[in-house]
């Protein structure tokens, strides 16, 4: 062996490492005998590679799992530490693991630990449940032995399979138990660990195993803490009464660890019968903690003290003076954590000169801490309306500051909330987003902006002095700047009379712009105030699009590319239903990490995680052939839900209406991680069979774990004689159970059901929302009906009754009645759509007052339409 | 569960990663891009082996600096920032071990990424706990070669 003596001359063995290269090297564990440091170098370098992020395909690995066991014959052992390490690493990619229990069963019976403990670790890394049996006794042995590196391995190894063998691991309880004897601080916590998770699902035998565990002499911090929270799961799970676990929790406080002293702290804090002498205890040892030298044990406290605020502010209260000193913390996220807290416990009389504290130290926070705080600002506009001036001010500086898109976007989201929470905040805020356009370099915030000016500003005392702001946009900005200033500017002449000439006279300089887009616009609003044609600018310039703008999007898009231009673009086409298919599943993980990360959430996970725009459905459907006779997709439900979202199949449907045929898609997901289903459908039996003939039904051929994909069924009906049923439904599948080891299914499976909720075909799956501009004038013009009364019984609020009329018809509400004056007992509400089938009008007047009682909601309902059959429908659905 | 850990230098290139929770690679490129975010204003301030946190997204990551290197660790439930705090001590002990004759650059820790894969397999079993004292690690992952192993010596 030549050994080079200058290091630095040396060439790097990991250097420029390529896969194929080391995989031919594996050859040196063939030779015999071995060559340890050679075949440690070949292993060494296979990890590097795991390290680096190869990746390496099942073939590959298998051959390189395969050819390692060969070193099982080695007795070096520094080779046979990199053997066990690569065997485990590799034996989930590879195929056929099971191969090397004998050896690693070998290994069990070395009277050296070092290969007990390892062997261990791989033989619970390739088992499965029919293989466990036979080796269970290895198990049982290593836990309760004395040597701590192996019971460890064998009790980590045991919490792993507690996933794959429950039933086999539940019957080492008794090895466990006397594990947590053991003398080692580790093993003891590794099988208190264990033990609570065997016995996790029996909440009898939970609480007996913690109280024993309590009063045993268990002192290692870990352990401890872990016993904390054991306790407090006891109590929330049991509402016991038992001192014995209140007590515990509160002897911890005092520990001299601050891990166990800070998780008893937290635990009072979380619980909610904590009594307020235990909460004051507890603050005052997180408020310890607050000034202690150690950033992470600061930032533990903060961030409860932060969620106890949220709860019980005033609590809090007595840290305020340590939590101000954070501020100025160098860690970022504690200083962070602090202001946000000290927003939420703050007072009318503090909170003035928490503003100007925090204002001052803002030039240190990068921006994801700065949005965070802009949050919390918010907030505190609902809190302290009275206060709105030193919010604007504040919000501003964020916004003039130097920072991202994202930043500032969040700061006049903020803006934008506290305008609309606190009606006298407009003037300020607008005054003070004038100035910040002159100097934007954001052309997204400043078209924003231009919006709001001139959706506000000719609301104000004095809306003449945005004008000047907006029209120095015109002759300073770029194109996209200056249309929306353009359209700005015609609001003012729209909604403030007064100011009308002068508008024209700033339109008519705009006529000769360079850019298309504001020529166009100048011109059009030029005419339309010249002519004084107010409803047509009213709708070009005040009333939002009535669907979504992805939606028309995809229709406008698909319309030109259609090149059938005979029919003009009808805008009642435009599906109103956001078409995406969100994960209930993970939607309900985010938002259960949203709430545990005590408002520290970037929002740049929920924006990304919205980049894939959704498919249309029509699109979808009509690549499937069954249905690719039944013509144009009319419309599309909304998604109704047919589970809860946390059982074990989720699925929802959505109904697409053909001329002549009902698609439903059933959209389902598998949350079980140890099931793949297989030929997955859904029988629908419908309560008035004479109305609809089954047409076909598409299953899922296979639904692995965690996905979402849809199976269809369809029926047939006729225009006449809607069927307008009730249908009963139930998910069938066949399932199979999925080897945890192997990742691949067991062959057989067996069939199975599973009941999932009804489904409503009702008339207003035949309704198209639509849009008139004159509803009043419409409805005048149809003949006259006899109205019907009812009354929608405990419905208590006529917001709550809009709402339940507009989803019970499906029609759109128009001249902005939805919305119901506060505090008035009475309310009207106008609705139009039209008939999928026949295109025919349909107007609604619903006429609500609550009742004497005050506990139901009395309606008379009036719908016009040429189609009388209709109007019959439409009233039999109350 | 422990969640990630991440080794990687002052310009913030990845050295090495290990993910126990088993994320997708595009989960991984927008944790390890919000990790930046959040903490590249702070680097310096772990200087001296300081531990510093931060939050985001669901889990708590505690990083800290040890010669050349930047050592995060990242969990959730019970390993919550104190316990990672603890964690990252036989990590940190760990590298310098092992880098002891050169100190701790960027060159000789990946010189020595396997002994390093070694000791960590001693602390964290696939994101639980194992040793938190250093000792018992290095005496567990025993390896006795500690010489780095050279192409010329085959």
Redesign the interface.
């Known amino acids: 062996m030549v050994v080079k003596k200058d290091d630095d001359e040396s060439e790097l063995v990991f250097e420029n490492l390529e896969k194929g290269q080391v995989i031919q090297e594996k050859r040196a564990f063939n030779e015999t005998p071995v060559h340890p440091r050679k075949c440690s170098l070949v292993i060494s370098q296979f990890l590097y590679l795991l390290s680096r992020g190869d990746t390496f395909t099942t073939t590959e690995a298998t051959e390189i799992f395969f050819a390692a066991t060969k070193l099982f014959q080695s007795k070096d052992i520094p080779l046979r530490r990199l053997m066990w390490l690569l065997l485990k690493e590799f034996s989930l990619l590879s195929q056929d693991a099971i191969i090397v229990i004998s050896s690693l069963t070998k290994d069990m019976t070395n009277p050296m630990s070092l290969y007990r403990a390892n062997a261990i670790r791989i033989l619970c890394k390739i088992t499965d449940s029919f293989i466990l049996p036979q080796i269970d006794r290895y198990f049982k042995q290593s836990i309760v032995e004395k040597d701590p590196h192996v019971a460890s391995s064998a009790l980590v190894s045991s919490i792993h399979l507690l996933k794959v063998s429950p039933e086999i691991v539940k019957r080492w309880v008794n090895e466990v138990q006397e594990a947590v004897n053991n003398k080692s601080n580790m093993v003891q916590y590794h099988a208190i660990a264990l033990l609570h998770r065997i016995k996790q699902h029996d909440r009898l035998a939970v609480t007996k195993a913690v109280s024993t565990l309590i009063k045993g002499s268990i002192r290692s911090p870990y352990s401890q803490a872990y016993l904390i929270r054991c306790a407090v799961e006891v109590i929330e799970e049991t509402n016991t009464e038992d001192p014995v676990f209140y007590d515990y929790i509160n002897s911890c406080l005092r520990s001299k660890n601050e891990m166990v002293a800070y998780e008893a702290a937290r635990s009072i804090c979380a619980l909610k019968n904590s009594s307020k002498k235990e909460i004051t205890s507890a603050v005052s040892v997180l408020q310890n903690f607050l000034g202690s030298s150690k950033s992470t044990l600061k930032f533990a406290a903060v961030r409860t003290l932060n969620k106890l605020a949220q709860t019980n502010p005033a609590a809090v209260i007595p840290c305020n003076v340590d939590m101000e000193s954070l501020i100025t913390d160098s860690n970022r996220s504690i200083a962070t954590l602090a202001i946000t807290t000290l927003l939420k416990i703050g007072n009318e009389s503090n909170v003035e000169r928490l503003i100007k504290q925090i204002a001052n130290f803002l030039d240190d926070i990068n921006d994801e801490f700065k949005i965070v705080v802009v949050e919390a600002v918010t907030l505190l506009s609902q809190k302290f309306p009275k206060k709105y001036k030193h919010l604007i001010l504040f919000l501003n500086k964020i916004l003039r500051d130097e920072g991202t898109l994202q930043l500032k976007q969040s700061t006049l989201d903020a803006i934008l909330t506290v305008v609309n929470n606190i009606p006298e905040s407009k003037e300020i805020a607008l005054t003070e987003l004038c100035d910040f356009i002159e100097d934007c370099e954001f052309p997204d915030l400043s078209v924003q902006i231009l919006h709001l000016l001139g959706q506000e500003g000719p609301l104000t005392s004095q809306p003449s002095q945005y004008i000047r702001y907006i029209y120095n946009r015109v002759l300073l900005d770029s194109g996209i700047i200056r249309a929306a200033a353009v359209n700005s500017i015609a609001k003012f002449g729209l909604l403030y009379e007064p100011m009308k000439e002068k508008v024209i006279i700033l339109l008519g300089r705009c006529l000769l712009d360079e850019d298309d887009e504001v020529r166009d616009r100048a011109t059009l609003y030029l005419q339309l105030l010249k002519q004084n044609n107010t409803r047509e600018l009213t709708r070009l310039l005040v009333d939002d699009v009535p669907v979504p703008l992805v939606n028309l999007q995809k229709s406008l898009e698909h319309y030109i590319n259609d090149g059938d231009f005979g029919q003009a673009f009808d805008l009642g086409s435009v599906s109103t239903v956001i078409e995406s298919m969100p994960s209930p599943i993970l939607e309900g993980k985010s938002s259960k990490q949203t709430s545990q990360s005590g408002g520290v959430t970037p929002k740049s996970l929920s924006t990304e995680s919205n980049d894939g725009a959704p498919e249309s459905y029509s699109t979808k459907l009509a690549q499937i052939p069954e249905f690719s006779t039944f013509g144009k997709l009319l419309k599309s439900s909304e998604i109704v839900e047919l589970t809860e979202n946390e059982t074990e199949y989720v699925v929802n449907c959505v109904k697409h209406i053909f001329k002549e045929h009902i698609v439903f898609q059933f959209n389902c997901t598998n949350t079980l991680n140890y099931q793949r289903l297989e030929n997955v459908s859904v029988k629908m039996i419908p309560s008035n069979p004479k109305s609809v003939k089954y047409e076909c039904s598409i299953p899922i051929e296979i639904l692995n774990f965690d996905e979402i994909q849809s199976c269809f069924v369809a029926i047939r009906y006729h225009p006449d004689n809607l069927p307008l049923c009730n249908f009963k439904n139930t998910l069938k599948f066949r399932t199979k159970e999925i080897d945890p080891s192997t990742g691949e299914p067991d062959d057989q499976g067996y069939d199975d059901q599973y009941s999932i909720e009804e489904l409503e075909v009702s008339v207003k799956d035949f309704i198209q929302r639509t849009f008139v501009t004159n509803w009043k004038e419409e409805f005048a013009k149809l003949p006259e009906q006899e109205p019907a009364t009812f009354a929608l019984v405990s419905v208590k609020n006529l917001n709550d009754a809009v709402k339940q009329m507009i989803s019970t018809l499906g029609m759109a509400p128009a001249e902005k009645s939805e919305t119901v004056v506060p505090k008035s007992n009475k309310h009207q509400l106008f609705l139009s759509g039209k008939s999928l089938s026949t295109g025919a009008l349909i107007l609604a007047r619903a006429r609500m007052i609550l009742d004497q009682s005050g506990l139901n909601t009395d309606v008379e309902l009036t719908v016009k339409s040429d189609d009388q059959n209709l109007i019959d429908l439409i009233l039999s659905s109350f | 569960m422990i969640n990630t850990i991440l080794i990687t230098n002052w310009n913030g290139n990845i050295l ?3 993910y126990y929770n088993s994320i997708t690679e595009e989960k991984q490129i ?1 944790f390890e891009k ?1 990790l930046y ?2 903490t ?3 680097w310096l ?1 772990s200087k001296g082996e ?9 889990s708590v990551t ?1 990083y800290t600096n040890v010669g050349d290197l930047l050592l995060f660790v990242s969990g ?1 439930d ?1 390993y ?7 964690i990252l001590i036989p990590i940190t002990d760990s590298i310098k071990d092992m880098c002891k004759k ?1 100190g701790v650059t960027e ?1 000789h820790y ?2 020595q ?3 390093f ?2 000791y960590l ?1 001693e602390i964290i ?2 994101g ?6 250093f000792e ?1 690690v290095s005496n ?6 500690d010489q ?7």
């Open positions: 090495f990663s290990k927008e919000l975010q959040f590249k204003d702070e301030n300081k531990h510093l946190v931060t939050e985001f997204g669901g505690v959730s019970e919550d920032e104190l316990a990672l705090s603890d050169k060159t990946i010189e990424i396997p002994k894969v070694l397999d079993q696939r639980q706990l194992d040793q938190v004292q018992i567990y992952s025993s390896l006795k070669h780095p192993l050279k192409k010329e010596s085959l």
